[in-house]
């Protein structure tokens, strides 16, 4: 349709501005380059070279970000159509006028890829570019590999694809990724203005495919070892290095032909569907299906913690971080300055790394009231109480609470298994409570599981759901339960690592096969960093973990626990360890059976796990199983690249875990005992994770 020499359609609008031809795009929220994106793109480009009063080209789009890289979702249906991203890369980089991207927001995976086959790039200093790529298990696809290297050099590009990092604008500038920096506000001017610059000195207007590539193999191996953490398990980082490889030793055609297969390779790979699962899952875990955008979110401007202890004070600190001011209450003054000190130890040790100043380190501390009284949390939105895990204690302060907080204040546990419904019922105001639970260290692990209390309101849910981003956190609604959604299941797998300790399975041999499987930490050197003294709490009766504790060996931080520990934290087998668990396993009358396959252990391991999230999901305890995804991986590190274990679970097939289940449980008993889901997923050939 054309309006005022404007040709509209409903991504694409292309206009003139004196003798330059823009190109906008307008596809919220991101952008995203999908398949009628490309065509609009492609058709904005002919529209301007077919026009003699146009002498360059200008590509924008409205919104919040430049494109922010390729419609992941489209990856999940595959062929990718036409035209292809090869088709729209080959258009920009071979139009016969100059083209220009305007870049703003985050210019990501394809949309840098774009701008690099513009002739030139032009920036406001707030905007971002980079190849994210390799957190789906991917590769730029199209074109970045071969030509970013032609800018910046074969190890910087390397790096900065490796890393799948965002570059700030001005640092792109001065790698020579970015032309020119625009004022805030005046991109489209600058842009224009560019582009008519460029017009007027004539052809021919440089093409990054032309250029040749700074930097050898030798760049790569250094890069490779910089890296080379990130290889263990995942698919994608050996393939980009091949494709830095073909940039080095090939045509550009060539090494294009070369990106393309690697490409296809990581396409149709395992991994890479589970990283793409894990990228949708974990921007779903916020939507609560009751709970519309009409609920109102109340302001958190003040929070109250109580107890400054690992937790207390680790939730502090992300409040500090988010610029919320803290009362921070402990009941003696011993243990609230010991508290105080710990919080600012944690910034000075930031600030010694360069990552904060010591006059920010200040001010963040400023941020906290220190107080002796839970009277000082009279005016306070919301409340953490992070104390003692006993259900006496936490009532009797929620008690408490009750009569000194303001109406409307939030009142959130942060108990890791405790009966909330059971908290709540100690105030007079139990739809005003609800769980946070944390995870150690609070400060640093990204999970936040938001405990929903049968009573809990559903303002004070949107609120926490909300509030757990402003913290940096990624939320996950659980229903009350014993461990609610990641400890419940992650249980298994420590029941199960101790059971076969007692059998006689080698410690190394258990913690291998979880290594092997992805797990960085395998669960007996898990076990060992978490202080086998916090794993006995609250058991009844003598225990291994007791008999350990007995023996002054609690763990890592003893230099001591299952394994021995040497000045670098090095695990060696220990005698006394074997004893230890030799006696027990005696007391126990335990079967010996130390020869297990590592399929067996692999199997008794894991499928418990994906079977509780069955439960939980049977239970209404988790939303969806892609939440259970997300609890697992950011709560546990269950490896990313397997997709967690509910989509894991799928991989395997229900059948198959089903039968194995059943199998287990005949020789172990019921703690393997298939849940319901998994046997109607068996039967009906379904699936955990629908997206
Ligand atoms: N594809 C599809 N949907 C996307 C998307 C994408 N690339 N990026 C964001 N969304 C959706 C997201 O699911 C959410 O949806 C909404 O947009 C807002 O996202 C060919 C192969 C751009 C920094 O990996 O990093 O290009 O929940 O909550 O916090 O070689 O989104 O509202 O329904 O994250 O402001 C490479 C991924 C793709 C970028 C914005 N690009 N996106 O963050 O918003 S592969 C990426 C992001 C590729 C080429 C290769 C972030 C953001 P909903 P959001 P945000």
Redesign the pocket.
């Given at each position: 349709m054309d309006v005022e020499g404007m040709m509209m359609s409903e991504v694409l609008t292309t206009r003139v501005a004196g003798n330059i031809g823009i190109v906008e795009i307008a596809s919220p929220?991101?952008n995203?380059?999908s398949t009628a994106v490309r065509a609009a793109v492609i058709e904005g480009l002919r529209v301007h070279n077919a026009d003699d009063a146009v002498a360059a080209i200008v590509i924008l789009c409205a919104g919040?970000?430049f494109f922010?890289?390729?419609?992941?979702?489209e990856?999940d249906h595959l062929p990718i159509k036409q035209p292809d991203?090869d088709a729209l890369m080959t258009t920009a980089e071979s139009s016969p006028k100059p083209v220009v991207a305007a870049i703003h927001?985050?210019a990501?995976?394809?949309?840098f890829?774009l701008a690099l086959a513009c002739n030139y790039r032009v920036a406001v200093p707030s905007a971002k570019v980079g190849?994210?790529?390799v957190?789906?298990g991917?590769?730029?696809?199209?074109g970045?590999t071969q030509r970013l290297p032609r800018l910046i050099g074969t190890g910087a590009a390397l790096d900065l694809i490796l890393s799948g990092k965002?570059v700030p604008a001005a640092k792109a500038a001065e790698m020579g990724v970015v032309d020119l920096l625009a004022e805030e506000g005046k991109l489209e001017e600058t842009a224009i203005a560019f582009a008519q610059d460029v017009a007027a000195k004539g052809a021919p207007w440089p093409k990054v495919r032309d250029r040749a590539v700074a930097g050898g193999l030798d760049e790569i191996e250094a890069i490779k070892a910089k890296h080379k953490r990130q290889f263990k398990g995942f698919k994608a980082p050996g393939h980009i290095v091949q494709a830095l490889e073909a940039a080095v030793t090939l045509p550009f055609e060539e090494g294009l032909r070369r990106e393309q297969e690697l490409?296809g390779e990581l396409l149709i790979s395992r991994e890479s569907a589970a990283q793409r699962h894990v990228?949708?899952a974990q921007?779903?875990t916020a939507?609560v299906p009751d709970i519309g955008k009409d609920v109102p979110i109340l302001p958190i401007r003040k929070v109250g913690v109580i107890g400054a202890g690992t937790m207390g004070g680790g939730i502090t600190m992300n409040f500090l971080q988010a610029g919320v001011p803290v009362t921070l209450v402990e009941m003696k003054q011993e243990a609230l300055d010991r508290g105080i000190a710990t919080i600012r130890k944690n910034y000075e040790r930031t600030a010694a790394k360069g990552r904060m100043t010591m006059e920010q380190v200040d001010k963040l501390m400023s941020l906290i009231d220190p107080v002796l009284s839970l009277d000082a949390l009279a005016d306070v939105d919301l409340v953490v109480e992070a104390v003692f895990e006993e259900i006496s204690i936490k009532k009797d302060i929620f008690g408490q609470l009750d009569g000194i907080c303001r109406e409307g204040a939030i009142l959130a546990s942060n108990t890791s298994f405790l009966d909330l419904d059971d908290i709540a019922s100690a105030t007079s105001r139990p739809e005003w409570v609800v769980g946070m639970h944390f995870f150690s260290p609070a400060n640093v692990m990204p999970l936040l599981e938001v405990v929903r209390g049968a009573k809990t309101g559903k303002e004070v849910i949107a609120t926490v759901m909300k509030l757990a981003g402003t913290i940096r956190k990624t939320p996950v609604l659980a229903g009350v339960c014993h461990g609610f959604i990641a400890n419940r299941i992650m249980e298994h797998l420590i029941v199960q690592s101790q059971q076969m300790v007692l059998e006689g399975v080698p410690l190394r041999t258990i913690d291998k096969v979880m290594n092997d499987y992805g797990f960085a930490m395998g669960p007996i050197a898990m076990l060992d960093l978490i202080g086998l003294d916090v794993l006995v709490h609250g058991a009844s009766g003598r225990t291994l973990m007791g008999d350990f504790v007995a023996a002054g060996r609690r763990g890592q931080k003893t230099g001591k626990g299952f394994y021995d520990y040497d000045a670098d934290r090095k695990a060696t087998l220990s005698d006394e360890a074997a004893k230890i668990i030799g006696d027990f396993a005696t007391y126990t009358g335990i079967a010996p059976d130390p020869g297990q396959s590592e399929e067996n252990i692999r199997q008794r391991l894991l499928y418990p796990v994906v079977n509780e999230g069955a439960k939980c999901l049977e239970e209404g305890i988790a939303l969806r199983a892609s939440d259970i995804d997300v609890a697992a991986i950011l709560g546990y590190n269950w490896p990313v690249f397997t997709g967690g274990p509910m989509f894991w679970g799928d991989t395997i097939g229900a059948a198959t875990l089903l039968q194995g289940l059943k199998d287990l449980e005949g020789r172990y008993g019921s703690a393997f005992t298939p849940a319901a889901l998994v046997q109607k997923l068996a039967t009906e050939g379904g699936r955990f994770v629908n997206r």
């Open positions: 929220p991101v995203a380059l919040r970000t922010a890289g390729a419609d992941i979702a990856f991203f927001g985050t990501l995976g394809g949309g890829e190849f994210p790529e957190h789906l991917l590769l730029p696809g199209a970045g965002p490409f990228f949708f921007r779903l939507k």
